[in-house]
């Protein structure tokens, strides 16, 4: 990271109005923006890609069913003809809450509401051998690094003659058993059924493992005990070694050690067990949770901070019902967001804010092909059914027509080939002359 | 690379059949390893990618238009169901004739016929400072790089202050009048005409230039003059200033220096002036002309060496019509590696090879939205006839029924919105903790 830059950020435009400060692009971040676009204010959205990702679709990219750019979207062309929203790519900071400072690589600016809406980060519990070996998915890089990894070591597999020397480089170990790893180990049993026996024929893929450690004794934790069940039976149909209760100690990129069971042998080891969120230098510790997240009031607002709000995984928001916070998932950030751009556009009028009330939608998980398990507040169902619920509600999730038309193009054409064709090794091998470590060090 | 390894290429399948090993899986060497499946031999597919790359899109790619997947196909999914081609990803070292065996990063094969088509890379006529700052356009790598590239000078130029320094980021210098220059001109400037300008509403783009930089007198140098004189006009109409009889002398990564002209400043500098064949050790200088290429006879074969043939941008064979070889376009591979293939089935069937005779089809390059210049053997047009030929043609060479529709929608949204919407800054950022060099010398 840069360090931050001693001048404001250039070329804001003065626009007179009140300056709302967005710190990241994510579901909350964007949503915000968008609530605001029209109003009396100048929102200024920050984020260090440009653009937001739809996290929720991060294993198809990484299991070869979806590109990167379907779930992608430039955050300039969302805002294009509103003049009162500025986009920067940058990394941010710090700030000063009584100066009412943001600093940024790009250079500071002052606000007058900031909101924090950074989002979370893997978590490895301090461990740093598994920091160090595993391959994290929260990022589409990451999601991308994964699929290149996969391809990569049955590329190596190919050419080594003894079995027992190939089978590391097969196996498939994904650590947690929330939807994402879930949904990861369902999409990478599928590629081992339907997929890489034709890709590879020297390969004998009854040889590879799909292995899914929880440390708790459920899958789907937070869904219901039906949901937790049907998706255990679908990845049992599929060939995934499902192991609960089971914590994992150790890794050296190799071998996962295991508390009290056998060492698993893989080069790839995918975790998913934990996010912690992001964090920015310039709130005392009192406002911190021991696991990171902000306190904040009904507003979303940091309390005895003037005008900094938090939004979605880094808001530790207690609710009636929800007396730890609410889950670390879209639906809350994107609701805090709703909420918080309609306060905003209320105190611009003189208007009386409401306090944040979060309404479970309900949440669901697809288990590969043609099956999922949907928990909604007034039913609960599995199976096909289940599955197509869950395609619908995330196509219509996705911003954009065309992203919506081309990513069902891409599950058609999935669905009806048994072929995700994106298994390709494009490594950003490329980089110019002038830009490379070993060359410049050279000179 | 790594060393050629000293045992032979695990895991091939023992077929009995003879072995016809083919480096490079480009239009030459795909082509040949197609029309030989279900002969009598054993196809052996070496590629440094696990990908066929459609070169003739790159362009595409590189202004945001098409996804890398759009024009790269998996290799492996080509073949499936053809157990007699094997396909290895693997980065060739060198060969030894006599004892008819290749050598490669992953062991060394015995080939019964061997084919060169790994194709030609960037030539910078030797100018070492031209290679270490410039960018070059010869993968979907270099291609996806290019995006990369300009999007974040785009990112950067914002934050600066002076509009005299924000120049050379916005610039965009092109080098090479051929088709590729002449595409990658004329997508860029309807970047600049219909997209940045959106984007960047902060950014004036009327200071930005597109330069194309010809050493010749003309662009399109082996189409026709009405096709040259059009391409010329078209360019100018876009606003795409055009330099003929110009050379570039130096380029320090900031300013291009031009021999008896004005210097221009630019951050990115794109080379599409010359390409090179690529090189296998193996061959006695003899068989080289100075440009590189190898000499072959009528079947593509070197002559005096056993069962070794030459395909594509590398081979070189004197026709009465090209008495310097034929031009190194996809055409010409695909025409001989057609030949090639039905010369090695007759041979099997012990019938007499025919000489390979190249048929001209045509050539075409397109500027821009709506306007194309197309040579066809019985009739030359131009204007936007020639782009939807253009369109077209592409469209049918394109591999498979998928990839063909998605670029068709591709196509058909961007030219209904304006609006190609791939500007996304994915940098392959994310690279496990355990692979990243800094920390591996940190330990």
């Given at each position: 990271m840069l360090p931050p830059a001693q001048q404001p950020i250039p070329n804001i435009p003065d626009s007179g109005l009140k300056k709302v400060v967005i710190v990241g692009g994510g579901f909350a971040g964007l949503k915000l923006a968008r609530k605001l676009k029209s109003g009396p204010y100048q929102v200024i959205l920050l984020d260090k890609n440009n653009y937001h990702q739809f996290q929720p679709l991060f294993y198809q990219v990484a299991t070869a069913g979806l590109e990167p750019s379907a779930i992608s979207f430039p955050l300039r062309k969302i805002f294009h003809n509103t003049p009162n929203t500025i986009f920067r790519m940058a990394e941010v900071h710090s700030f000063d809450s009584r100066m009412k400072r943001l600093y940024t690589e790009i250079g500071f600016i002052d606000y007058d509401y900031l909101v924090l809406a950074m989002g979370a980060d893997t978590n490895y519990f301090g461990n740093k051998a598994i920091e160090y070996f595993s391959v994290p998915m929260k990022t589409v890089s990451e999601a991308l690094y994964i699929r290149n990894k996969i391809i990569s070591n049955y590329e190596r597999a190919i050419n080594i003659e003894k079995?027992?020397?190939?089978?590391?480089?097969?196996?498939?170990?994904?650590?947690?058993?929330?939807?994402?790893?879930?949904?990861?180990?369902?999409?990478m049993a599928d590629l081992r059924n339907n997929v890489f026996p034709k890709d590879y024929p020297e390969l004998n893929f009854s040889n590879m493992k799909v292995v899914l450690i929880e440390a708790g004794p459920k899958l789907l934790a937070a869904m219901s005990a039906e949901s937790q069940q049907h998706s255990l039976k679908y990845l049992n149909d599929l060939g995934v070694e499902v192991m609960l209760d089971t914590k994992v100690h150790d890794y050296d990129g190799e071998t996962v050690k295991l508390e009290r069971k056998d060492p698993i042998h893989t080069h790839t080891l995918l975790w998913a067990a934990g996010i912690k969120p992001n964090y920015i230098e310039g709130l005392g510790q009192e406002h911190y949770a021991p696991n990171g997240r902000i306190y904040v009031d009904e507003y979303n607002e940091i309390l005895g901070e003037n005008g900094i709000f938090v939004l979605g995984d880094v808001a530790l928001l207690r609710e009636e019902n929800y007396p730890k916070g609410h889950p670390q998932v879209a639906q809350v950030a994107l609701q805090q967001a709703e909420n918080l751009g309609k306060n905003l556009l209320k105190v611009a009028e003189g208007k009386e804010r409401k306090p944040f009330h979060y309404k479970d939608l309900g949440s669901m998980a697809t288990v590969g092909r043609k099956r999922a398990v949907v928990d909604l507040p007034f039913m609960k169902f599995q199976g096909m059914m289940a599955w197509l619920t869950w395609l619908f509600v995330h196509l219509m999730a996705i911003l954009g027509v065309k992203n919506k038309l081309f990513i069902f193009m891409d599950w058609a054409w999935n669905y009806l080939s048994f072929d995700p064709s994106l298994r390709l090794l494009i490594k950003p091998k490329y980089v110019r002359a002038s830009e490379r470590k070993e060359l410049i060090e050279e000179k």
């Open positions: 079995m027992d020397d190939r089978k590391s480089l097969m196996n498939v170990v994904i650590v947690g058993g929330g939807p994402t790893g879930v949904e990861l180990a369902g999409a």
